[in-house]
């Protein structure tokens, strides 16, 4: 079995994979412990956190994800060494996918977590970088903390086009600016890849994918895909 864990900015998550990178079962990751005498091959850990997490008494070889791995695409960002490593573990896990599926091209993760964030992948296999911008919470979390009257609310879906109280107008002002602009950032995909595959993962993937005039893959598992294929890849090469 192969470990992989994804530390993100809320949760913590792993993946138990097979050797020919199958999965087995997957779960939030509470301690290292649960994985003591699992007959573990190897594990590969990301971390998107300043502390870099430790992972101790795993009998295992224990990879730290980064751009600085050997990797099967190329990179086109600027600065690397700044690059969250789940936005990178994302594209991997969806050229990891295409390519299980017998398909290949250019693709768009969007990670709809914390931040959102969309990230391209050329035809040719080069990682072009992308964009980030918040979450859905963090809007919510923005309005109220940056302005003296504006309350907190819960997410709900909210379907109308004007919102008729404070609540409902916050709910709509945030909803269709997050909606809006995943369309522009699909559209302007597709219009330079129309072939191309789109991805969503991350914890509000449904909602956003729901919105969604043109096909898409809904992966929860992404990430960890990627964290899979790298570290597949990073053994054999």
Same mark, same amino acid.
């Given at each position: 079995?192969?470990?992989?864990?994804?530390?993100?900015?809320?949760?913590?998550?792993?993946?138990?994979?097979?050797?020919?990178?199958?999965?087995?079962?997957?779960?939030?990751?509470?301690?290292?412990?649960?994985?003591?005498?699992?007959?573990?091959?190897?594990?590969?850990?990301?971390?998107?956190?300043?502390?870099?997490?430790? =992972?101790? /008494?795993?009998?295992?070889? *224990?990879?730290?994800? %980064?751009?600085?791995?050997?990797?099967?695409?190329?990179?086109? $960002?600027?600065?690397?060494?700044?690059?969250?490593?789940?936005?990178?573990?994302?594209?991997?896990?969806?050229?990891?996918?295409?390519?299980?599926?017998?398909?290949?091209?250019?693709?768009?993760?969007?990670?709809?977590?914390?931040?959102?964030?969309?990230?391209?992948?050329?035809?040719?296999?080069?990682?072009?970088?992308?964009?980030?911008?918040?979450?859905?919470?963090?809007?919510?979390?923005?309005?109220?903390?940056?302005?003296?009257?504006?309350?907190?609310?819960?997410?709900?879906?909210?379907?109308?086009?004007?919102?008729?109280?404070?609540?409902?107008?916050? =709910?709509? /002002?945030?909803?269709?600016? *997050?909606?809006?602009? %995943?369309?522009?950032?699909?559209?302007?995909?597709?219009?330079? $890849?129309?072939?191309?595959?789109?991805?969503?993962?991350?914890?509000?993937?449904?909602?956003?994918?729901?919105?969604?005039?043109?096909?898409?893959?809904?992966?929860?598992?992404?990430?960890?895909?990627?964290?899979?294929?790298?570290?597949?890849?990073?053994?054999?090469?």
């Amino acid at each position: 079995m192969y470990l992989t864990i994804d530390f993100g900015n809320t949760a913590s998550k792993y993946a138990l994979f097979n050797e020919g990178g199958i999965l087995h079962s997957h779960g939030v990751y509470n301690d290292v412990s649960d994985f003591v005498d699992q007959g573990l091959k190897g594990c590969i850990f990301s971390t998107v956190r300043k502390e870099v997490p430790w =992972l101790t /008494g795993l009998d295992c070889p *224990v990879h730290l994800f %980064s751009s600085s791995m050997s990797l099967p695409v190329k990179m086109g $960002y600027e600065t690397p060494e700044t690059l969250g490593a789940d936005r990178l573990a994302g594209v991997l896990g969806a050229k990891w996918l295409l390519g299980r599926d017998g398909m290949a091209g250019a693709c768009l993760v969007i990670d709809a977590g914390t931040c959102i964030t969309y990230d391209w992948l050329t035809e040719e296999g080069e990682y072009l970088g992308g964009s980030i911008s918040p979450g859905l919470h963090m809007r919510y979390l923005a309005l109220h903390q940056q302005t003296g009257k504006l309350p907190l609310v819960s997410h709900e879906v909210f379907d109308n086009q004007v919102g008729r109280n404070t609540n409902e107008s916050i =709910l709509c /002002g945030v909803q269709q600016g *997050v909606w809006g602009e %995943s369309h522009r950032q699909i559209a302007h995909f597709l219009e330079k $890849y129309p072939k191309g595959a789109v991805f969503i993962t991350g914890g509000d993937a449904l909602f956003l994918a729901e919105q969604q005039k043109t096909k898409i893959f809904v992966e929860p598992l992404l990430v960890h895909y990627g964290l899979m294929h790298a570290l597949i890849y990073h053994e054999t090469h």
